[in-house]
Nanobody, 126 residues
Framework: QVQLVESGGGLVQAGDSLRLSCAAS????????MGWFRQAPGKEREFTAT????????RYADSVKGRFTISRDNANDTVYLQMNSLKPEDTAVYFC???????????????????WGQGAQVTVSS
C-alpha cells in the first residue's frame, strides 16, 4: 500500500502562486503516472494534470493549461503542482494520485488511479 501526503495548500489572493507537493511513503516500481485532481464544493472531482513517471510527459486540463505546471522528483518519489495566476475558480481540495501499470483506465478519469492522498485545500480570494 502506498500512502501519499500532500502539502502546500493555503489561502491566497487572485493572481498569486502556490506550489503543492505530494510525497509517496515508499518507492513503488509499478508507478506509471501521477496525477492531480481537484474537487470544488458541490462538484465532482475533476482531472487537473498528470505526468508519466518514466518519460516525464505531461497533460493538463484546458482550464489550467498555461498556468499550472506538474513536475516530479523521481529520486524522492515526489510530484509537484506549481500553480500560477490563480483564480477564484481554482478554489478546491486538490488530491494527488498514483496510477499503476496495470490500470488501463484513462489518465483523465479518477478510476485511472489506484492510490490517493488526503487532499490539500486551496482557496483563492478575489
Amino acid at each position: 500500500q502506498v500512502q501519499l501526503v500532500e502539502s502546500g495548500g493555503g489561502l491566497v489572493q487572485a493572481g498569486d502562486s502556490l506550489r503543492l507537493s505530494c510525497a509517496a511513503s515508499r518507492r513503488t516500481f509499478s508507478t506509471y503516472a501521477m496525477g492531480w485532481f481537484r474537487q470544488a464544493p458541490g462538484k465532482e472531482r475533476e482531472f487537473t494534470a498528470t505526468i508519466r513517471w518514466t518519460s516525464g510527459n505531461t497533460r493538463y486540463a484546458d482550464s489550467v493549461k498555461g498556468r499550472f505546471t506538474i513536475s516530479r522528483d523521481n529520486a524522492n518519489d515526489t510530484v509537484y503542482l506549481q500553480m500560477n495566476s490563480l483564480k477564484p475558480e481554482d478554489t478546491a481540495v486538490y488530491f494527488c494520485a498514483v496510477k499503476s501499470y496495470n490500470n488501463y483506465y484513462s489518465d483523465y478519469g479518477a478510476n485511472g488511479y489506484d492510490y490517493w492522498g488526503q487532499g490539500a485545500q486551496v482557496t483563492v480570494s478575489s
